[in-house]
């Protein structure tokens, strides 16, 4: 019954490889989001969509490509990942944005070697 | 100047006591203001709202400061469980894009 859900929770892959992260959400919402949080906690925020369209992205290289199938899910695609992309990774869904709660996901730990 | 700016602590305080933390931000027109609780290894979870006229829920008290660009949490009589980072959130200027502080880390020991 997790509302937001993630997968997989935890990727340890080479530099250059390409890997995908999943986002799905079961609130209804029509906002999704990826956040980044580094190493030093700072989370930041890459992608947001609405209803399956785009709506933020900020400044994030691109080799990341957002896809989102239909409103309940955002996946991520990072391609040539390179040693500064380890972080950990967290989708989010927005409903009310006056409300303005983000439901995370648990997070997807990604580390390059 | 960053965005949103917070002391990242720790601040180590005994069981009972009261604790308060302060986020400055630096767009003067941002219209939503919010904290969260981000556990170690876990996801960021919302906290409380702020709003204008400061707001209370149980032993949290949030304030916010629009002339001099800062919101606070007050977090009285506290307990061991409240251990954590408190993310200081506003809004874009007026936009929903919320960004988010580095965090405060808060250690509450017996």
């Known amino acids: 019954d997790t509302a937001v859900s993630q997968t997989p929770k935890y990727l340890v892959t080479q530099m250059g490889n390409d890997k995908s992260i999943k986002c799905e959400q079961n609130?209804?919402?029509?906002?999704m989001y990826w956040y980044k949080q580094d190493s030093k906690k700072f989370l930041k925020i890459m992608f947001s969509y609405n209803n399956k369209e785009l709506i933020i992205n900020e400044t994030v290289p691109n080799r990341f490509s957002p896809k989102s199938p239909d409103k309940a899910h955002l996946n991520l695609h990072i391609n040539s990942l390179e040693l500064g992309d380890s972080a950990v990774y967290f989708c989010a869904s927005r409903g009310q944005i006056a409300t303005g709660e983000l439901f995370f996901g648990e997070g997807s730990r990604l580390t390059v070697l | 100047r960053k965005e949103v700016e917070q002391d990242p602590g720790p601040f180590n305080v005994p069981e009972g006591a009261t604790v308060a933390f302060n986020c400055t931000y630096s767009?003067?027109?941002?219209?939503?203001f919010f904290w969260y609780r981000q556990d170690c290894r876990k996801e960021p979870k919302l906290l409380m709202s702020v709003y204008s006229s400061g707001n209370e829920d149980g032993r949290f008290t949030a304030q916010l400061n629009r002339a001099s660009q800062y919101i606070s949490l007050l977090i009285r009589d506290s307990k061991l469980s409240d251990s954590a980072t408190y993310l200081c959130v506003v809004s874009r200027g007026n936009t929903d894009k919320l960004i988010f502080g580095t965090g405060t880390r808060l250690q509450v020991f017996p």
């Open positions: 609130l209804g919402h029509d906002t």
């Open positions: 767009n003067s027109a941002s219209q939503s």
